[in-house]
């Protein structure tokens, strides 16, 4: 377990027992810390009373002899209103940290990454992490993607935590310092949190603070925020630092993909010549622009931790993607099966329509706000939709007169119905519902499960077909 033992008899407060909290609370305690737990769930605070945490009402206890408080990024500290702890705190002069900072503290001598924008971060953390251990490196991989920061295993300085975070995660970092940060993009998002566009440029742009002055700042140069925040920081300490990363336009002295001919070449201008990485047409599971920024940003971020360009290239080219999104489950007589069941708004689902061609596209769920309609200019890519959960009617309506679609009910009818029309054109069985789940699964992960269960099904099934007919 991570080592805290820097808070030995300390009393310390921890607000929010999800599963980071509650590894907190583990960790802390196994240092010998007094523990101060809360969560406004009951269920959740029994279960840090059973670890030994002293539950107490963090909005109405006594500040005073509390060093610290780690609290939970989903609890608002701050925007649109401040949860009744952090004023107690504030007003005691405690500070407020995540996870991450106690991970960063506990794990001087290791390297650390962080990666962050609006979209892409969880499949370029995956796909970094990848990388370096393909290359024989020694890396954990968590933060807001898989397990908790306080539950990876410590490492020394031969160690590499890559760490996808989030903008109530980046807020909450004081003193943890990080060899490589990366900003992919900016779109609003989480705007009530932020008090607006401005504060959640704000938090983003923060990460930047915890880099030292030879760090390597990554910042993708596609929308005109994450731009200003490069001019921003060109003038600054880190201006050698500063590497653009694009897949829209050549970068001078960066990283960027030309799309212009086949799956798009990953180019690197950095050393005063412009010279082909790869062809990302090798790279199956990243397909389409938005997963080549991603292949752009890993490349540049590795290179900074001096990985060598071969171990780079060759781990970009086996990456077996990130569940749930565009995950390529099987190929069955020339037709591909992908799972996006992460695609839960039309944003998502339009770059994942945008990769492919022959499309038997399954949609469909608890409808978002706007629905499918700004995927129009996709549609002629799409030679049949299939229609799932409440949306059904309401996409169906999107879609009457524009391209065919079924009306399915369920993912299995959807799946059935899109496998046997689809044979035999080479297309792509697309999940990619543009919907939550919450009608008919608990989360889109369970969604992405179930269609992989299925899809498992359809092959086992052709194979005792090939195998019967065989005797």
Not at 264 to 276: C, P, V, W, Y
Request: hydrophobic share 45%; charged share 20%.
């Amino acid at each position: 377990m991570i080592d805290l033992s820097r808070f030995t008899n300390r009393r310390i407060a921890v607000m929010g027992l999800a599963r980071s909290g509650l590894a907190s609370v583990s960790a802390l305690l196994q240092a010998g810390a007094e523990v101060l737990a809360w969560d406004d769930n009951a269920d959740r605070r029994a279960e840090a009373e059973k670890l030994g945490a002293a539950v107490t009402n963090l909005a109405t206890a006594d500040w005073s002899g509390i060093a610290l408080a780690v609290w939970s990024p989903g609890i608002p500290h701050s925007f649109p209103v401040p949860h009744p702890a952090a004023l107690a705190a504030k007003a005691a002069g405690v500070a407020l940290v995540c996870d991450i900072e106690l991970l960063a503290l506990a794990n001087p001598q290791a390297r650390f990454v962080g990666i962050t924008g609006t979209n892409g971060k969880s499949t370029t953390t995956a796909l970094v992490g990848h990388i370096l251990k393909q290359a024989g490196c020694m890396a954990e991989i968590g933060g807001n993607l898989g397990m908790a920061a306080l539950t990876l295993t410590p490492l020394g300085a031969d160690g590499i935590y890559v760490l996808e975070l989030s903008s109530y995660q980046i807020e909450l970092l004081r003193e943890a310092r990080f060899d490589v940060a990366a900003l992919l993009n900016i779109t609003p998002d989480h705007l009530d949190r932020h008090g607006g566009f401005d504060g959640y440029v704000a938090a983003k742009r923060h990460l930047f603070d915890q880099l030292p002055a030879d760090g390597t700042a990554v910042i993708g140069l596609d929308d005109e925020t994450t731009r200003g925040v490069a001019r921003a920081l060109g003038r600054g300490i880190l201006s050698r630092g500063v590497v653009g990363i694009s897949v829209s336009r050549p970068v001078v002295g960066g990283v960027y993909v030309d799309g212009s001919i086949g799956g798009g070449r990953l180019i690197d201008a950095r050393n005063g010549s412009a010279r082909t990485i790869l062809d990302l047409a090798e790279a199956p599971a990243l397909p389409g622009s938005h997963n080549w920024q991603n292949a752009a940003a890993a490349y540049t971020i590795c290179t900074a931790l001096d990985v060598p360009a071969e171990a780079i290239i060759a781990g970009i080219r086996s990456f077996p993607g990130l569940a749930h999104r565009q995950e390529r489950v099987a190929v069955l007589d020339g037709v591909t099966f992908v799972n996006d069941s992460k695609a839960t708004n039309a944003e998502a689902t339009g770059k994942a329509l945008a990769c492919y061609e022959r499309i038997y596209w399954i949609a469909g769920g608890r409808a978002k706000e706007g629905g499918i309609d700004a995927l129009a200019p996709q549609f002629g890519r799409v030679r049949h939709a299939y229609l799932i959960g409440e949306s059904a009617d309401g996409f169906a309506a999107t879609l009457d007169g524009k391209l065919a679609y079924s009306k399915c009910g369920t993912l299995q009818e959807a799946l059935a119905a899109a496998a046997k029309d689809a044979r035999g054109t080479g297309g792509v069985v697309l999940l990619s519902p543009a919907a939550a789940s919450f009608d008919q699964f608990d989360n889109f992960e369970q969604r992405g499960d179930r269609f992989r269960d299925l899809v498992k099904a359809l092959a086992s099934d052709a194979a005792a077909t090939v195998t019967g007919g065989a005797a």
